[in-house]
């Protein structure tokens, strides 16, 4: 470790802690002046800490940090993991980085350890001007590689336990070597075999829920081959009933020209007649004709398939798509596993209701793309914010199951929002998904 004065330390760690908050900047979505003007008042005092205690720094750091976003993690509970992992690679970042730049500097300047520099003032400067180079490098990498992909919470949750982990042993190492007196390249040694180990841990761990993963998508491309399947087979079997039709109708129409010499036609046969056409335009796929216009193959198997499925739980089905949708500019996998939620918690709801009834709409317009999904419900729904709780399920009466589970999904999709309210006895969920430009 390299000595300076201690006007020039406190300089230093009060740039250290400037670039903890500037991290949390990068790798957060925490925007709120409130949050940064909070600690930017405890900032001298923190630094003051730091200069001591490096252990009760961190202590300090991360119960702030949790005070100050108790509040916003019970409003956005979806969030909290994912937020949570920012700021404990923020923390790794301020913790390993100024250690290693020390190290850097030190081969440079070819400077002894443990001897008190006489130009600490300079060397200051140059230490953190590699600590932000460095931090900012390590953390937009970071940014780019990780915060930008959707992490799932039990993801974050696995990440966020590592991180804490490693932490402490940091803090509690650097703490130990600290008060036995054992610094310089002993502690950098000690330092960097756990920095080591943990990123080896961390590599698996990713290798393995990577693995996990492409296991999760693989299962979602046999269900939506299933989907196809269910979607081919339905249309198959309109178009045999279609052709029964034709024929039918043709038998029909002969009689009718037979009866043309008569008088007066048979009221009865012409209404059987007409009934008969009734039953089977309505029973043929022609009542999901707006399914022509949605040319997303995935999405357009998976409502083939709910639809039926509604249809067969009995009840009364509605699907509208007046104008063609031939893209979608969000993840597919995430599309249909959202619209599978959505549609099945539709289901749900209306089975137990009165009405029965389940409307599906897709309305492409100039900016966006719609998807609104209502259903009849039984009783008075409970707050939303209860609904939105992970777990949340009220068979039989309500709709809410999976709710939090949507929310989950659509983390990091910027451009999908995704709205749930109830309209003349019908709880609508809305799912808008902004055109790129």
Not at 155 to 170: D, N, P, S, W
Not at 278 to 301: A, C, P, T, W, Y
Not at 330 to 351: P, Q, S, T, W
Not at 417 to 429: E, K, R, T
Request: aromatic fraction near 10%; proline fraction near 2%.
């Amino acid at each position: 470790m390299v000595l300076v004065d201690s006007f020039s330390y406190f300089f230093k760690e009060l740039f250290d802690l400037l670039l903890f908050l500037f991290m949390i900047g990068l790798l957060t979505n925490i925007r709120k002046n409130s949050f940064y003007f909070a600690l930017l008042i405890f900032l001298f005092p923190l630094t003051l800490l730091s200069v001591t205690d490096a252990l009760l720094t961190g202590i300090a750091l991360i119960s702030l940090i949790m005070i100050l976003r108790f509040k916003s993690w019970g409003k956005k509970p979806e969030a909290q993991f994912t937020e949570l992992l920012g700021l404990l690679l923020s923390l790794t970042i301020y913790c390993i980085v100024p250690l290693f730049s020390s190290i850097i500097v030190s081969r440079i300047f070819k400077l002894e350890f443990n001897v008190l520099n006489e130009r600490g003032l300079l060397l200051v400067v140059i230490l953190i001007v590699f600590d932000w180079i460095l931090s900012i490098i390590i953390a937009l990498t970071i940014k780019s590689k990780v915060m930008n992909r959707s992490i799932p919470s039990e993801e974050a949750k696995i990440y966020c336990m590592q991180l804490g982990i490693f932490l402490t042993f940091v803090y509690l190492f650097g703490e130990i070597l600290r008060r036995m007196q054992i610094l310089g390249i002993f502690q950098i040694v000690m330092i960097s075999f756990l920095v080591t180990q943990f990123s080896v841990t961390m590599y698996f761990t990713y290798l393995t829920l990577k693995k996990n993963h492409e296991k999760t998508e693989l299962s979602n491309l046999k269900e939506q081959m299933e989907m196809m399947r269910v979607y081919t087979a339905d249309i198959e079997r309109n178009y045999q009933e279609l052709r029964k039709f034709r024929h039918d109708y043709k038998n029909m129409l002969l009689g009718l020209k037979a009866m043309q010499n008569e008088s007066a036609i048979d009221e009865g046969y012409l209404n059987k007649m007409i009934d008969y056409s009734h039953q089977m335009i309505d029973n043929s796929v022609m009542r999901f004709s707006g399914l022509s216009n949605l040319n997303v193959d995935s999405v357009k198997s998976l409502m083939i398939a709910k639809l039926i499925h509604a249809e067969q739980s009995g009840i009364e089905v509605n699907f509208e798509c007046l104008i063609p949708i031939a893209n979608i500019n969000m993840d597919e996998i995430k599309l249909v596993r959202i619209l599978g939620i959505l549609i099945d918690n539709a289901v749900e709801a209306a089975i137990e209701s009165e009405e029965k009834r389940i409307n599906t709409l897709f309305i492409n317009s100039t900016y966006s793309i719609e998807i609104s999904i209502e259903n009849s419900f039984l009783g008075k729904l409970p707050p939303l914010s209860e609904m939105k709780k992970v777990g949340f399920s009220k068979k039989g009466k309500n709709r809410g199951l999976g709710l939090s589970n949507a929310q989950d999904i659509l983390i990091a999709t910027k451009q999908a929002d995704l709205a749930h309210y109830s309209n003349q006895g019908m709880f609508v969920s809305t799912l808008t998904i902004r055109k790129s430009e």
